[in-house]
């Protein structure tokens, strides 16, 4: 077999990012709308208009622009929950650590915008199976996606969590410089920030890190010798050291431009979904385009994402592949997938088609289903916004459960 030995490199951002920023506001948002839609329609709430508040029947599409102390939030919004958009925005603010002037940005004194208006009734008439009566079969079956479009899931047994090392670095390097800044064990680091790992794969398989790259916002006082030393001690050693990859010769570069004190949305404007890599596989494997934050799940840009994911790390920890790419594809308005794709990338114990066929036998991908099965009507976005959708330990990340596994098997063997 040709040996595959070549470098591959993935980032991360901090909470503090500006894109990240915005990120986080329009899923603080979806939260807020989720939550108090639940509220209301436990209580029996019906509108003016004769309309009753239902959970499933909330639509979503939040995007969130800042830049220099100022944020816009806009979008399209169905639900009879009111929310308050600018104590939202303010709050998600103060929690990422921008509660000061001499930060670049402060929650409590810049501008907040919002434009957010009613979704077109164009786009819910192919999506409102919702509205319709019968049992939850009949509901699923009646709803559609909520757009066109191809989703890409990904799994690999390089890390425990089933993810590229140099992504699953990137992450941990970039949430523990969060860590040491809200603890205060570094105390002049600011919120925003990037991180960025390269591994080195020997055969296909992930055997050392050959350079790291930290960038972070911090005081005027602090000097870049400093700067380098508390991040080696307690950012990129605490994390290195714990995942056991080697990483002793590798090329080690923090703010490499030498000074990072103009940050946040002050250095820099920020959108929603414009980190769909880092939200993702660092690049490792394919990306349909779709961003996910801000949107209810009947828009399969998040839900079937989320789906593809589920899938794809089920099949390598059934121990069918040792890693998997998944696509799924989808019209709007149309219930059922255009396609399902699996390709193992020659790692796979049977052939690819056989894993095809399983996936349909075990996995139902309509839309509604896939809202059903992983839980999706709940406020839990907001955890999603920063450090990746993926790979997180945490249950309420849904599709990174392994539970259809035996399943899966069965069927393959059944099949092959």
């Not at 940050?263 to 394919?286: C, E, F, Q």
């Amino acid at each position: 077999m040709a040996h595959k030995n070549y470098l591959f490199t993935s980032e991360s951002v901090t909470e503090g990012h500006p894109d990240k920023i915005c990120d986080q506001i329009s899923d603080a948002i979806l939260d807020a709308i989720l939550a108090k839609e639940a509220r209301l329609e436990e209580m029996g709430y019906v509108s003016a208009e004769g309309v009753p508040a239902r959970l499933s029947s909330v639509r979503c599409a939040c995007e969130t622009f800042t830049t220099t102390g100022t944020v816009a939030v806009m979008g399209e919004v169905r639900t009879q929950a009111y929310v308050d958009v600018q104590q939202i925005v303010r709050d998600t603010l103060r929690r990422i650590g921008y509660d000061r002037a001499k930060f670049g940005f402060d929650c409590e004194t810049c501008g907040v915008m919002s434009l957010i208006h009613e979704q077109s009734p164009d786009i819910a008439q192919g999506v409102d199976g919702t509205f319709a009566r019968g049992d939850d079969e009949d509901l699923i079956e009646k709803t559609g996606a909520g757009d066109q479009g191809m989703m890409f899931g990904y799994a690999t047994d390089e890390t425990p969590v089933l993810m590229p090392m140099p992504i699953y670095l990137a992450q941990r390097l970039a949430m523990r410089l969060a860590e040491v800044r809200k603890a205060g064990v570094v105390d002049y680091l600011r919120p925003d920030g990037k991180t960025q790992v390269t591994v080195r794969y020997e055969d296909d398989r992930p055997v050392e890190v050959t350079a790291i790259v930290v960038s972070t916002q911090h005081g005027e006082e602090a000097t870049l010798e400093q700067i380098r030393r508390d991040m080696v001690e307690h950012v990129i050693a605490p994390v290195l050291d714990e995942v056991g990859i080697a990483w002793s010769d590798a090329k080690i570069y923090v703010n490499p431009t030498g000074r990072f004190v103009l940050g946040g949305p002050m250095g820099d404007t920020g959108l929603t979904g414009r980190k769909v890599i880092v939200d993702t596989y660092g690049g490792m494997g394919r990306h349909g385009g779709g961003a996910f934050s801000g949107k209810d799940p009947t828009k399969v840009d998040r839900s079937a994402a989320y789906a593809a994911r589920w899938v794809a790390k089920n099949i390598v920890a059934a121990g069918l592949a040792r890693k998997c790419e998944v696509q799924i594809a989808y019209a709007i308005g149309v219930t059922r997938p255009l396609s399902i794709m699996v390709d193992t990338f020659g790692t796979g114990t049977v052939d690819d088609s056989v894993l095809d066929a399983a996936v349909e036998r075990v996995f139902d991908l309509r839309p509604g289903a896939i809202i059903r099965d992983l839980d999706l009507l709940r406020p839990i976005y907001s955890k999603t916004a920063a450090y990746g959708h993926f790979g997180r330990e945490d249950a309420d990340f849904t599709w990174e459960k392994t539970d259809r596994t035996e399943e899966l098997k069965a069927v393959v063997v059944e099949l092959a």
